[in-house]
């Protein structure tokens, strides 16, 4: 446990196997009320993915004529090697690829819930701790709506794919927080942020669009407990430390840039709809070249900008990995833009929708309010 890089005692943490801290009679008289925003603001944005007042999971989607995520979002369809498939082959890719994708999330939503179970193994302030319980109970209902999703319209889910899957098992498994939490609430959070608010402007699902929004209601706060640990630990780094954290940083961002989704992952749905998957590796590097790839990550709702983004503003990033990030993004313009995330507005709108049947009416969305 030497290696924890603890600046608040908010963060302070134990072995998790180590019990006898946590009944040590000194440990219960610290609580720090950095999370009593969004411990309070829990029963706001509470949802019951079970129960129709919030969502109907029951209404039904012709996956053989019509595509959950639109055609325009796949790659390999804006190459010239589309010209050969049939539409029922493009709509079978489309929906295929929605499978893997949302499968993913899944995975990713477990391990969601299993790292923040893992936070209160180990985080000694009953606060901390508290807000760790409460996002595990949060990601669990988002790993049985996503479960149920997925096995309406497809029946069982896809396997992680491997990289993903490594880098998820790294995140639960570590024993540091602050791996944990770059890792996940900043990190993977955020990616999620941003591609729950693309599914929710895009999907032809209006059963998705939905259970997305009731998601993104909790998932903006888990990225805000994020950005407490960074106000509170970033500017008190030693170089050496700051280091550590943006050398973390960088290989997540990495491994999500680069290694989690491509042609060999999708080799096997390929195969089912008699397509080559050197063919389509060829494509897809002469369509998009490395200009081509910036371009598209310039927009302001690409989900890699926002995660650069989401690091600027911690002031995790420096001039040892700048130009790293700045062969994708321009830093400065993203450094002079606001602290809004990308999905905030609609993560607002569902907690409004959530207040009416939970009887919060009235009060002000906290998902803003929450890290002040
Ligand atoms: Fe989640
Ligand atoms: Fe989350």
Redesign the pocket.
Known sequence: MTDQITKDSAYNAVAPDDFGAMIEVDRYGQRSGAFNKIISATHDHFWDPLDKRYLDLSAPFDLKTQTILPQEMIMELQTPLADNWDAQTKIDLTNGIGHMFLSNILH??QA?LSLSASLVHILLDQGAAEYAANQAR??AR?VTAFAMYIDSRWGKPAPCTPVLGNLLTEMVSSELVYKKIVGMQMLV?GL?MGAFATIYNHSNDPMLRQMTQL?MT??AF?HKFGKIWADKTMPHLSDAEHNTVEDWAQQVFQTLLFNMFGPGEKAALYASLGIDVDEVKEALASAFTDDARRARMRSSTNIMRVLCKTLVKAGIITDRTKSFYATFVDMDELAAEGDEMVGDPIAEDGIRFLQMINGGEGRTPSSTLAAE
């Open positions: 990713g939503e969601a949060e990601e988002h959070e999620a998601v909790d998932e888990h």
